[in-house]
């Protein structure tokens, strides 16, 4: 069973990017939904590094305030 962070949860800011399967574990959600956030342009499109997507603090910080705020609310 996944644990999903809420927006009130404290959660380490990461210093180096992220792949997306860790940004995905880290929120508790699947990969595919963190892409499918993208395409709906909610989290922003990551920077590619040799064809990977590579996600940020900013991406982290958008998925916490933005969506994990209206799904706990």
Known sequence: MTTR???TDPAPE??????LR???NLVGYPPD????????GL???PARQDG???YTAAHLARI?????NRRSA
């Not at 990461?14 to 792949?19: D, S, V």
């Not at 939904?33 to 709906?40: F, H, L, M």
């Not at 916490?64 to 994990?68: D, E, F, G, N």
């Open 5 to 7: 962070l809420i927006a």
């Open 14 to 19: 990461p210093a180096t990017p992220l792949t």
């Open 22 to 24: 860790q940004l995905a």
């Open 33 to 40: 939904t963190i892409k499918r956030w993208e395409r709906a």
């Open 43 to 45: 989290i922003g499109t």
């Open 52 to 54: 990977r997507r590579v």
């Open 64 to 68: 916490r305030t933005s969506i994990l």
